[in-house]
C-alpha cells in the first residue's frame, strides 16, 4: 500500500523568501500526485496535481511542484511567499496500481510566514 | 450544490452518546470519502463510496462507526457509543469519479467527545 512522507511538521519562514515542502512517497510504478493546502478553520482546498506528462506542474497561488520518479519525490516550492501562505500543506498520492480509488495523505507541514 | 457541504459544523457530545454527521456531496459526483484529522496528524481515511459499487470499509477504527450514502447522494457517517479518542474533525469529500480527478472537501464538522 501507498504511504506518503513529509519530512518537516513545520517550516518557518520570512515573507518574501522562497520554500520548499518536501514529499516522498512509497515507490509504485505509477502514480497520481496532489498537494492541498488547508487555511485557518477551513476545509482542503486542492493547489495542484501530477496526473502525467511534464514533470513541472504549476499551481494556483505561484505555487509549483516536481515529479521526481527515481527520487519518488513531489516537493512543493514557491519562490516569494506571502502572510497569506500561512497554512498547513498536505501532500497525497493516489496509485494507479490500485485503481486510483483514494487518496493516502501524509501528515502535513505547517508553514508559518513571519513578517 | 456548488461545493461539499456538511453539517452540522461543530458537535460536542457526552462520552458514550451516539452522533451522526451528514455530508451532501456535489451534485453529479460518484466518489464520496470521509476523513478524520486529528490534532497533530494527517488525513486518516475511513471510508469510500462508488456509485453502487460495495463501500471500501477498511479505515473505519472500529465497529461503532458506520456509514452509509443514500441514493448515491448524502452520506451519514454514524458513530455509536462515542470516546474521547473519537474528537476530531471529521472530513467528507466527493470526486466525479476515481481519485485521480482530486477531490472536493468539506468545510468539516469538528466533533468534540467530553
Known amino acids: 500500500a501507498q504511504s506518503v512522507t513529509q519530512l518537516d511538521s513545520q517550516v518557518p519562514v520570512f515573507e518574501e523568501a522562497p520554500v520548499e515542502l518536501r514529499c516522498n512517497y512509497s515507490?509504485?510504478?505509477?502514480?497520481?500526485l496532489f498537494w492541498y493546502v488547508q487555511y485557518p478553520n477551513q476545509g482542503l482546498q486542492l493547489l495542484l496535481k501530477?496526473?502525467?506528462?511534464?514533470?513541472l506542474v504549476k499551481g494556483i497561488n505561484g505555487f509549483e511542484a516536481e515529479f521526481n520518479k527515481s527520487q519518488t519525490s513531489f516537493h512543493l516550492r514557491k519562490p516569494s511567499v506571502h502572510i497569506s501562505d500561512t497554512a498547513e500543506y498536505f501532500c497525497a498520492v493516489s496509485d494507479r496500481e490500485e485503481g486510483a480509488q483514494k487518496l493516502v495523505f501524509g501528515q502535513g507541514t505547517r508553514l508559518t510566514i513571519n513578517p | 450544490g456548488a461545493g461539499v457541504s456538511q453539517s452540522p459544523s461543530n458537535k460536542v457530545t457526552e462520552k458514550g452518546k451516539d452522533v451522526e454527521l451528514r455530508c451532501d456531496p456535489i451534485?453529479?459526483?460518484?466518489?464520496l470519502y470521509w476523513y478524520r484529522q486529528s490534532l497533530g496528524q494527517g488525513l486518516e481515511f475511513l471510508i469510500y463510496?462508488?456509485?453502487?459499487?460495495?463501500?471500501?470499509k477498511s479505515g473505519l477504527p472500529s465497529d461503532r462507526f458506520s456509514a452509509e450514502r443514500t441514493g448515491g447522494s448524502v452520506s451519514t457517517l454514524t458513530i455509536q457509543r462515542t470516546q474521547q479518542e473519537d474528537s476530531a474533525v471529521y472530513l467528507c469529500a466527493s470526486s466525479p469519479g476515481q481519485g485521480m480527478y482530486g477531490y472536493t472537501f468539506g468545510s468539516g464538522t469538528r466533533l468534540t467527545v467530553v
Open positions: 501530477y496526473l502525467s506528462g511534464s514533470t
Open positions: 515507490s509504485s510504478v505509477s502514480v497520481y
Open positions: 451534485s453529479g459526483h460518484t466518489a
Open positions: 463510496f462508488q456509485g453502487n459499487s460495495a463501500p471500501d
